[in-house]
């Protein structure tokens, strides 16, 4: 069907910057949308990023606007978000997603496909 695996999590300082990949194979010509969320422990998956794959037209949560970007090689069916002025309240873990319709959204359930995640920690 469809496989989401992430990658490019790692460690940084406050201010920092990292850039994730998401590696997404399978019955990719049936997704219309990717998208970024990131979740801590105890709290719930939220929505950081989307974008859709033919026109590129995004979206992004407040939290994260100006700061950190989304976007997507279609012929590498890669999808990526550069991560810029990293704070301590981005950490978490990140997880991409796909959902099978051309309308952006930014409520998890609506998604229907999910990687495994990749572990983002900012220190102060």
């Known amino acids: 069907q469809v496989q989401l695996v992430e990658s490019g999590g790692g460690l940084v300082q406050a201010g920092g910057s990292l850039r994730l990949s998401c590696i997404v194979s399978?019955?990719?010509?049936?997704?219309?949308?990717m998208g970024w969320f990131r979740q801590t422990p105890g709290k719930e998956r939220e929505f950081a990023a989307g974008i859709t794959w033919s026109g590129g037209r995004t979206n992004y949560a407040d939290s994260v606007k100006g700061r950190f970007t989304i976007s997507r090689d279609n012929p590498k069916n890669t999808l990526y978000l550069q991560m810029n002025s990293l704070k301590p309240e981005d950490t978490a873990v990140y997880y991409c997603?796909?959902?099978?319709?051309?309308?952006?959204?930014?409520?998890?359930?609506?998604?229907?496909?999910w990687g495994q995640g990749t572990q983002v920690t900012v220190s102060s």
């Open positions: 399978g019955r990719t010509f049936s997704l219309d949308v």
């Open positions: 997603a796909a959902r099978r319709s051309g309308v952006l959204s930014s409520t998890p359930n609506e998604y229907h496909y």
